[in-house]
């Protein structure tokens, strides 16, 4: 297998930075952002990342996009046969660099400290390009510190690839989407891993995040948005005073003004499934064509999903869940067979896909944390993954039961 090191930002990019970029860009141009990365192991990432050795790798990326990275976006086609990306605003992405990065070490650990602050439609991008190149360059070390084969690692990732794969081809109603660009072991092997499953399970694969990925294998880029939108919006509402919590409406409802019926798969726990669910009413439970389960129990979620669309009187069939949090195949094989017939699924695989070549992964994420001065908050349906500052958290909290008990909803 070739080692190309990836050189393009779109080789680090997955689909729903430029989607939801371009919201950025026309709904909140001025806002400044600041993203931050988190380590959720126990592990320190400076033991093989050197902080000059990454700031050289990400350097590559700051001057952003090339002609060539546009051009293909502006191949990207609505429904209706319109162009998805607007001219202006593929014309702001080549006029424009990513903002600075700024890495030192801080914390506890003393471990790698990475934010990067600016115009919110580009800082965006470095969300997925910091923890692919991060990830990359800690695997680069860590196989050398330890004196391992990298031949024989890419061996035991073959076949456990083989493994999957077999399963995947006794299954053609399992349909995957390949989503691991930001937690990969490196580009070199998420194209490897790619290649094989274009050549091996064409039935199964339905596209990948990837946006270089896409264009070389002639995929369908996929993605929508991610948590990022709503954490944004409200923070907006709440430097103007008002429940922050109303964001998430407004992310649905701009969402849907700019790329109507495209694009149409809803995240929902962001301030957990249980208010999500409660403020999807019949009109956007009919126009929205799927649902994003990112956290929590996926078999509670999509039982949630059918009885929801069920009481509308909506054919659950008709509609899509997205399940996408910390997928293996035999997580995604239960979930097949446990919804077949009876809403459609499919699997967003990242990790699992990407990385499993027998080391341990990385777990790490690159939020937006902060909006101009302001807070942000995320309450997912997995304790362990709320973020925002301790009395943000709890002041949504209390908003959010709130409106639940408004609503006349029962939580357990």
């Not at 964001?247 to 700019?258: I, Y």
Request: net charge negative; glycine share 6%; proline share 4%.
């Amino acid at each position: 297998m070739q080692a190309t090191r990836p050189n393009r930002i779109s080789q680090g990019l997955d689909y729903y930075k430029p989607t939801m970029s371009q919201l950025a860009y026309i709904k909140h141009p001025d806002a400044e952002v600041t993203f931050e990365l988190k380590n959720r192991g126990a592990n320190r990432l400076l033991d093989y990342v050197p902080i000059t050795d990454l700031a050289a790798r990400l350097a590559i990326y700051q001057s952003g996009f090339t002609q060539a990275e546009v051009d293909f976006l502006a191949t990207h086609e609505r429904r209706d046969g319109q162009p998805l990306f607007r001219p202006g605003f593929l014309e702001y992405l080549l006029a424009n660099d990513l903002p600075p990065v700024d890495i030192h070490t801080a914390g506890d650990r003393d471990d790698l400290q990475i934010t990067a602050t600016g115009s919110w439609p580009m800082v965006t991008f470095w969300e997925t390009v910091v923890m692919s190149e991060l990830n990359e360059l800690y695997f680069e070390n860590y196989v050398k510190a330890n004196g391992l084969d990298i031949d024989q690692l890419y061996a035991e990732g073959d076949r456990r690839l083989s493994e999957k794969i077999e399963i995947l081809k006794h299954r053609p109603d399992i349909k995957i989407a390949e989503f691991g660009t930001r937690r990969r072991f490196s580009y070199a092997w998420q194209k490897h891993v790619l290649e094989r499953l274009v050549r091996e399970c064409p039935d199964n694969l339905i596209g990948t995040s990837n946006l270089a990925l896409a264009e070389e294998f002639n995929l369908m880029p996929i993605g929508t948005f991610a948590h990022e939108l709503p954490m944004v919006y409200a923070a907006y509402e709440d430097m103007a005073g008002d429940n922050p919590l109303d964001g998430q409406a407004k992310v649905l409802k701009d969402w849907r003004e700019l790329y109507d019926n495209n694009l149409s798969t809803a995240l929902t726990d962001t301030f957990g499934s249980d208010l999500f669910f409660a403020e999807f009413d019949r009109d956007l439970a009919l126009v929205w064509q799927g649902l994003r389960h990112d956290s929590g129990d996926p078999f509670k979620f999509g039982e949630q999903a059918i009885a929801l669309y069920q009481g509308y009187g909506i054919d659950p069939r008709e509609k899509t869940i997205v399940f996408s949090d910390g997928l293996d195949i035999d997580m995604i094989v239960r979930l097949a067979d446990h919804f077949k017939d009876r809403i459609k699924v499919v699997f967003g695989w990242g990790t699992d896909l990407t990385n499993d070549l027998g080391l341990p992964a990385n777990n790490i994420v690159m939020k937006a944390v902060r909006l101009f001065w302001a807070g942000t908050v995320k309450l997912s349906d997995a304790l362990g993954k709320h973020t925002g500052f301790a009395a943000d958290v709890a002041r949504y909290q209390r908003l959010k039961q709130t409106i639940l008990h408004q609503l006349e909803v029962v939580t357990v």
